[in-house]
């Protein structure tokens, strides 16, 4: 039986092993060199062709003709010699966008694999796209801006574009008829209006379509406001509430007749009505406050603004000087001694004593209620020409040394030199930071 050859396979010897059925099992050489195992029945009936050298062959064989072919938007260029972890081909493919990837050959062959990527980008930027518009149109129709889904602002503005060569909106030359064309675009849909020998009658039509298609729209538009204008305030019943409700702050007018604080500051000035603007708390005890915020560590920002009737911002303000514990670094009774010693010093004149910056030592002041009037900057108006001339002796001088030597502050030094174009060039220091997209 040895030497005996079927297909690939050639006999070498019996293995002395048997399948379940009592079938022997041989040892055979394949032409390509490798040797496996298999049955004389599967020999004879060629089931066993090769030690599967040939199933690659023939595969290999069907595969180089789908080299070239394009679906969707990949085009097969050659096999990787890569496998999956399945033993599934991986080929390199080239995308219509320039690039190239590497997807299975099933999933191309199947059309699963459509791109190398740029079309699921493109489907998701186009569904951000829609989602934007969608949440533009909302809010048009939220602030009822949008009148039967048009922009009444946009319709009804006289203003060209910057692109238009004609000077009229909607009027165009063809240069290759030598004609004016007359067009308007009204709810996503273009409407052409005709061509013309002469410009008069293409802008005629224009406005003739303007007429048909906008008039209507800025019509309800104008019937909505004036509707709007009707279901205004009355005043007599706002005047009659804030009466009964003297306590009532603007909020909670407003909350009361579903309008803005806005709204009803506008109407009580415009209608001269009898209000008295209700004062918030606007000094916290320092000392206070940090006790309350110790024993009662769970509350939140807005619960303590709440309680001590301010805003959200004037707490954080007093949790910022608790945090920093500022009071470590400057005595407040040593500054509250000082300021009493002191009545004449500016602000900026006990920052530069205390050391630390303007801003800080008036929350310090107020959060402290330290009794402390601020002193006006400029008590007494410079001279220019003595400004000027001091300007130009000392050339190195920054703004801080000159308000300095004029006892001013530096902001009323800028507004000088840019009100009377003074001689001053600005000093190198520190770059401010720019924030970039």
Known sequence: MSAKKY????IIEDTGKRTNSGNAVYKCQCDCGNTCETTLAKLRSGHTKSCGCLIKETANEKFEKYVGIQKNR???ISDTGKRTSAGQR??????????????????????????????????KKEKHEEGRAEKATKTLQDKKILIDGTNVAVINSNKIRSNNTTGNTGVTFDNSRKKWVAQLVFQDRHYTL???????????????????????????????????????????????YINENPDK???????HFEVSATAIHYHIKKYNLSYKKKKRITSI????????????????????AEFYNVTVGAIQEHLNIMHKKTSSKINIDELQKYITNNPESSLDELSRHFNISSRRMRSITKAYNID??????????????????????????????????????VGTIDNYIKKYDLPYKPKPGRKKKTFRN
């Open 7 to 10: 297909n690939k396979l050639t």
């Open 74 to 76: 990949l085009t097969l």
């Open 90 to 123: 991986i080929v390199l493919c080239k995308c219509d966008c320039g690039n190239t990837c590497e997807v299975v050959f099933a999933k191309f062959n199947s059309g699963h694999s459509k791109s190398c990527g740029c079309l699921a980008l493109e489907k």
């Open 194 to 240: 005709g061509r013309f020998t002469k410009k008069e009658d293409a802008i005629k039509a224009r406005i003739e379509a303007e007429e048909k298609y906008f008039k209507p729209v800025i019509e309800k538009s104008k019937e909505r406001d004036r509707m709007s204008r009707k279901a205004k305030l009355d005043m007599n019943e706002l005047q009659e």
């Open 249 to 255: 702050s603007a909020k909670d007018i407003a909350e």
């Open 285 to 304: 005890d320092q000392r206070e406050f940090e006790d309350f915020v110790k024993t009662n560590s769970t509350l939140s920002i807005n619960e303590l």
């Open 372 to 409: 402390y009037k601020r002193k006006n900057p400029n008590p007494l108006k410079l001279n220019v020409d003595e400004l000027r001339a001091f300007i130009i002796e000392n050339p190195d001088l920054n703004r801080q040394d000159i308000a300095k030597d004029f006892n001013v502050s």
